[in-house]
């Protein structure tokens, strides 16, 4: 058997993924972050963005969409605590446009009484998602 790490990728909602994986990347809060077999221990917040996981014996990569959270690296596991958490397949393009858009919106308006840190946190999850989609696109 192929050298591997035990991942898990959980949101507030569901177990998204768990199991063996020969790779792990993922958007750390100082950049892309990749995670293989005896990694250092480390703990970080993540950014909006594509977790990658390459799964021995299978030719594509597992992909899941996070919205931000934290990563617990350990040298025999990972663990991606998400805010929300959305597998590659289930990723909805025009719902994460809307979301876009209102986003936009809320923050151009300037006699709302937003949160704008609220809105500007949406739309960078939206567009993280849009290029998510895009990559898993690209990838097919």
Do not use: C, W
């Not at 021995?56 to 899941?64: M, Y």
């Not at 959270?69 to 605590?81: R, S």
């Not at 949160?115 to 960078?124: G, S």
């Amino acid at each position: 058997m192929a050298n591997t790490i035990h991942v898990d990728v959980v949101s507030a909602e569901e177990e998204i993924f768990s199991g063996e994986a020969e790779f792990v990347a993922l958007p750390g809060e100082a950049g892309e972050l990749g995670i293989y077999p005896q990694h250092t221990p480390l703990i970080t917040r993540i950014r909006p963005g594509a977790v990658r996981i390459k799964v021995p014996g299978q030719s594509e990569d597992e992909f899941v969409f996070v919205a931000g959270g934290i990563l617990e690296v350990q040298p025999t596991g990972v663990t991606v605590l998400a805010d929300t958490a959305i597998r590659g397949h289930d990723l909805d393009e025009a719902k994460a446009a809307e979301a876009k858009k209102l986003a936009e919106e809320a923050l151009s308006n300037k006699d709302s009484s937003i949160d704008y840190a609220k809105a500007q946190a949406e739309l960078a999850a939206a567009v993280a998602q849009l290029a998510a989609i895009q990559k898993l696109r690209q990838k097919r």
